[in-house]
């Protein structure tokens, strides 16, 4: 228990050849003595106490140390503190985000490690152990994550033996890895913030990705304040800040409606795979859908008339990601919207060229047992490994050789953003542009300021017609 109830008593001297000087105090009504060789040892000590009591610390009556030196005495390592955050926040978060937290934790506790430590295991392998064993929650036989009799999640190197290599990795790990109470050395902070920025082959790492590690980096020092292992957040003292990132769309590079038919025609000649995804990409354009939400697509979903315009009614995603994130155990989740309260739902009208090539699509094959459109072999998620190939194969097809050097529709992404780009340049609301997308306009404005700006020609010209005097 901790208490400001202390009195520190002046050294006296004992029979005692080996440590005549006793200093003696009162924490909370219970005595507490230390022998020292000599003096000066004492008074040291004695001055200690005296700091922390004027400082306004409390002191713990088992150990009678104040809370400063019992929070260091009892640090848990940076290792233990990230496999225990780790854990805690998985139960909370989507498959893909804990994915990028074992990836940040992992980057971040190889770097806080003892210096010169001798037998540091190959790097691959390391980052194997952290990122798949320690950072990665244990499953049961049928797929469910492993608890105690607490509730509490168990790490997957706690449920299965890993090999021999990996095991000596975690074995390592956890003799050299600092302390949590390091990190109140700007030494040790600026260590994982440089591991961070960097890419394994020492070169700058990407904006977007240094911004993502430093936020995991930042919430689990947090955790730290929270579970009295650090006073404060020492990122907070550090002249350190993520790089800044450009994430406007970049138009130069984002297909045009000629061009996006003439894409969309060659996905539709690249085989029998290429002719099932057609109606795929095609709702990424006409549509503005992220890919998870294509790939969630289901026929009740859907309204599409034999003329005129349909609606797409979303109200889930199927996001892919590595099956060791899943809670089940599966390659993808279903998910609700992207940033949306689970329930949400959101309407989004189709011209009638997208209700055309979805009846075709239903026409001719039908859906996955569940209701899907698209589905790969045995229902499963069309996979983007998938759809990209089909992707490229039409884009080389399509576009000239000096277009296809260029970032032109590199990624099948490329028709969201077309699609958007046509809504805003046919003077559709931004608000109702957002809308459709499944973006806040505070994001839209984020990704497509330079187009949005460029429409506002159009408003002052409404507004001059609007002033101008009457005949």
């Known amino acids: 228990m901790l208490t400001y109830d202390v009195r520190i008593w002046s050294i006296r001297k004992r029979n005692s050849k080996s440590a005549p000087y006793q200093l003696r105090w009162l924490v909370g009504g219970v005595e507490h003595q230390e022998p020292f060789a000599s003096q000066p040892l004492a008074d040291g000590r004695r001055s200690q106490l005296k700091d922390a009591v004027r400082k306004g610390e409390q002191f713990d009556t088992e150990t009678g140390l104040p809370a400063s030196e019992l929070r260091e005495q009892n640090s848990p390592t940076w290792y233990e503190h990230a496999c225990e955050y780790v854990l805690m926040?998985?139960?909370?978060?989507a498959a893909k985000h804990r994915a990028n937290l074992a990836e940040a934790m992992c980057t971040v506790t190889t770097a806080l490690t003892a210096q010169g430590a001798r037998g540091r295991p190959d790097?691959?392998?390391?980052r194997l152990a952290l990122r798949n064993w320690a950072f990665q929650a244990g499953r049961a036989e049928d797929g469910t994550t492993v608890r105690d009799a607490d509730g509490t999640?168990?790490?997957?190197?706690?449920?299965?033996?890993p090999p021999a290599d990996v095991a000596a990795a975690l074995a390592w790990i956890a003799r050299n890895s600092l302390r949590?109470?390091?990190?109140?050395?700007?030494?040790?902070?600026?260590?994982a913030l440089r591991a961070l920025s960097l890419k394994l082959n020492g070169q700058k790492a990407a904006e977007n990705t240094v911004r993502r590690k430093h936020t995991g980096f930042n919430n689990a020092l947090r955790y730290a304040?929270?579970?009295?292992?650090?006073?404060?957040?020492?990122?907070?003292?550090?002249?350190?800040?993520?790089?800044?990132?450009?994430?406007?769309?970049d138009f130069r590079y984002v297909p045009g409606p000629e061009q996006v038919r003439a894409l969309l025609e060659s996905v539709r000649e690249q085989g029998a795979r290429?002719?099932?995804?057609?109606?795929?990409?095609?709702?990424?354009?006409?549509?503005?859908?992220?890919?998870?939400?294509?790939?969630?697509?289901?026929?009740?979903?859907?309204?599409?008339?034999?003329?005129?315009?349909?609606?797409?009614?979303?109200?889930?995603?199927r996001p892919e990601v590595a099956s060791g994130w899943t809670d089940d155990g599966k390659?993808?989740?279903?998910r609700g919207l992207k940033r949306r309260a689970r329930k949400t739902v959101r309407p989004v009208p189709i011209p009638p060229a997208l209700a055309a090539i979805l009846r075709g699509h239903l026409d001719t094959y039908g859906t996955a047992p569940d209701g899907r459109l698209f589905a790969a072999a045995r229902g499963e998620r069309v996979r983007s490994t998938e759809y990209a190939v089909?992707?490229?194969?039409?884009?080389t097809a399509t576009l000239s050789e000096e277009d296809a050097a260029t970032p032109l529709a590199d990624v099948p992404y490329s028709l969201r953003h077309a699609g958007v780009s046509l809504w805003i340049k046919a003077g559709v609301d931004p608000m109702e542009v957002a809308r459709r997308a499944g973006h806040s306009p505070a994001v839209l404005w984020k990704f497509y300021a330079k187009l949005l700006r460029g429409q506002q020609h159009r408003a002052n010209e409404l507004i001059d017609a609007a002033l101008a005097p009457e005949e």
Not at 153 to 161: F, G, N, Q
């Open 89 to 93: 926040k998985w139960p909370d978060v």
């Open 180 to 191: 949590v109470s390091d990190l109140n050395e700007s030494d040790a902070v600026r260590r």
């Open 225 to 249: 304040v929270e579970r009295d292992r650090l006073v404060s957040n020492p990122l907070e003292k550090i002249d350190w800040s993520p790089p800044a990132t450009d994430d406007e769309v």
């Open 123 to 126: 790097g691959a392998v390391l």
């Open 331 to 334: 390659p993808y989740e279903i």
């Open 390 to 395: 089909i992707w490229q194969a039409a884009r």
């Open 153 to 161: 999640l168990i790490a997957r190197k706690d449920t299965e033996t």
């Open 274 to 317: 290429g002719a099932h995804l057609y109606a795929f990409f095609a709702c990424m354009y006409y549509a503005a859908m992220r890919p998870s939400e294509v790939a969630q697509l289901s026929r009740r979903d859907c309204k599409v008339p034999e003329s005129g315009w349909g609606e797409l009614v979303l109200n889930r995603s």
